[in-house]
């Protein structure tokens, strides 16, 4: 298996992905469900650093991200741990040494003060937003501003999933996001090839999508994602 058919067994071995009907943040009925807070363990936080920090090195390999990346961004609060465990498996496994960041949800008032945590972002800083998924693309709009009060330069979001789904418009919300801030996003994979991958195959004992589920993730898709 490739690394991405890699990343959908894991997620479903983690508990991260699962079947059934969900209620997404954008308020849509969901045949499934991505969780990245259901990852528990040191095991489970290390392989998925590896993951997105696979993604992050093929992408910077291929010129769409520049090597010149001064701190990974983990939007609060999701995005800490995998903003973390990436930061660890680049140094580790690829050897680029990149800053961690995350906004608090309430700016400290004692101390050193401020609303970050981790690398103190400056202006001119170029990041990498690293996420869960994207959905309608609620979340970045609530993390974009905080990045532009630094005047730093967003080079595109790392997500594990793509659920290609339409934002406010007829567009998809990655689509919407280049359309009013610039910014490309990378999934680790698509919806299409969780459906693609897991649709009859059996894993441990039992099949995750057999063709009734196939059904309801297609009906969604039609109803919810731009063609």
Known sequence: ???????????????????????????????????????????????????????????????????????????????????????????????????????????????????????????????????????AGTAMRECLPVLNHYGVSVEGLIVSVDRMERGSGDKTAIQELKAEYGIDTYPIITVLDILEHLHRKEIDGTILIDDAVKEKIEAYLDTYCAK
């Open 1 to 135: 298996m490739n690394y991405k058919q890699d990343f959908i067994e894991f997620m479903v071995h983690s508990g991260v992905l699962t079947f059934g009907e969900f209620i997404t943040k954008s308020g849509r009925k969901s045949p499934y469900f991505i969780n990245t807070g259901n990852y528990k363990t040191g095991k489970q936080l290390g392989m998925l650093g590896n993951f997105y920090a696979h993604c992050i090195s093929d992408h910077m390999e291929r010129g769409s991200i520049k090597k010149e990346i001064t701190a990974l961004f983990g939007p609060a609060y999701k995005g800490i741990p995998i903003s973390v465990a990436t930061t660890i498996a680049l140094a580790g496994t690829y050897g680029v040494d990149l800053n961690y960041c995350t906004n608090r949800k309430e700016a400290k008032d004692h101390g050193e003060g401020g609303s970050l945590m981790g690398y103190q972002l400056q202006p001119g800083d170029s990041v990498l937003i690293v996420e869960d998924v994207i959905t």
